[in-house]
């Protein structure tokens, strides 16, 4: 390379940083958004924050969580496909990133290719509750007060691409009901009107329902995933009810825009790999009922490998339920 050519070179990489307003290896120096496309005080915005503390303390940097909400997390999840990649915009997204490709036919974003990769966060687990005056008292009297369709029972959901809808399509689909489905913004919205009365189910994270299961405002009908939950030792699994075609539990991970730096992106998976094995943010989540992944799960080739699976495993089973959202 000539002199002059080295120069240009320099001159373009200082014009480029001064453009991306960051110098990569000063990063973060500014305080960084992480978006949780869903309501504030729902189960998504709750492990969010403790991600973002537990972040924080690791990149000594404040981390701000916003919600920019709607559309099953995808206006939120478009924003930071849109948003420019110098780390300073990040998203923290459940199990509907990868069923929103199926769910969507004119999704504004490509959830592999417009995303930088940076990895798994923890998982927690499910479960389906009522309102209280609700008359069926366990799955079995729900599911004949269900059949018995005397009056249309409605089921909340935080949106086509949210963790609470697939689980709303996977439970109907396996007791072959049809209850009419109520869409919000967010499932804490959502427990708002179970517990006020004002619908009768939604099947959500223990995050948030655990509090309104033992203070008795709601009924439980049941766990969604194999293993009973520690926090809930008396709530059978759906399973142990005879529903064995019916399964979920929500995982959590950790997303950029495509073409993070390398020094950023390095920083990030560092840093996340800080956060879940940090004994405070371990306790904070085992207190909702959810578990951080290991650290060899915290990391871009675990996620991907695992999302590309997943993304292949909801998706022929909403084709076969034949439900889409546009
Ligand atoms: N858990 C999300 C929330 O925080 C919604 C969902 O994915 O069901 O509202």
Redesign the pocket.
């Known amino acids: 390379m000539t002199k002059t050519c080295a120069n240009s070179t320099v001159a373009f990489l200082l014009v480029l940083a001064a453009a991306t307003g960051v110098r990569a290896q000063d990063y973060p120096a500014k305080p960084i958004a992480l978006i949780?496309p869903?309501?504030a005080g729902?189960?998504?915005?709750t492990m969010a924050r403790h991600l973002g503390t537990a972040m924080s303390a690791a990149l000594k940097q404040q981390i701000v969580v916003e919600n920019p909400s709607g559309a099953g997390?995808t206006i939120g999840i478009n924003k930071v496909a849109k948003s420019r990649p110098d780390g300073y915009t990040l998203l923290i997204m459940?199990i509907?990133m990868s069923t929103a490709p199926t769910l969507y036919r004119n999704l504004p974003y490509n959830v592999i290719d417009d995303f930088d990769h940076i990895g798994r966060v923890a998982d927690v687990p499910m479960v389906i509750v009522g309102k209280k005056g609700l008359a069926p008292n366990n799955f079995k009297e729900l599911l004949a007060h269900m059949r018995a369709g005397k009056q249309s029972v409605t089921l909340g959901?935080?949106g086509p691409g949210?963790?609470?809808?697939l689980c709303a399509l996977l439970f109907t689909n396996a007791i072959q009901e049809e209850p009419t489905m109520v869409a919000y913004k967010?499932?804490?919205p959502a427990l708002k009107d179970v517990v006020g009365g004002h619908i009768d189910l939604l099947c959500?994270?223990t995050t948030v329902t655990t509090p309104q299961i033992k203070a008795g405002t709601i009924k439980v009908y049941g766990v969604t995933s194999k293993e009973r939950v520690s926090l809930l030792p008396d709530v059978p699994t759906f399973d142990e009810q005879g529903l064995t075609n019916f399964e979920i539990l929500?995982w959590f991970a950790l997303w950029a825009p495509k073409g993070l730096p390398k020094p950023v992106f390095d920083k990030l998976v560092g840093a996340l790999q800080s956060a879940v094995v940090d004994p405070a943010f371990k306790a904070r989540v085992n207190d909702f009922g959810g578990e951080p992944v290991t650290a060899a799960k915290a990391n871009p080739e675990a996620l991907r490998t695992f999302f590309k699976a997943e993304i292949d495993k909801w998706g022929p089973i909403i084709r076969k339920a034949g439900v889409y959202a546009d």
């Open positions: 949780m869903f309501a729902g189960p998504g915005d997390g459940n509907g959901h935080a949210s963790a609470s809808h967010g499932t804490a959500d994270q929500v």
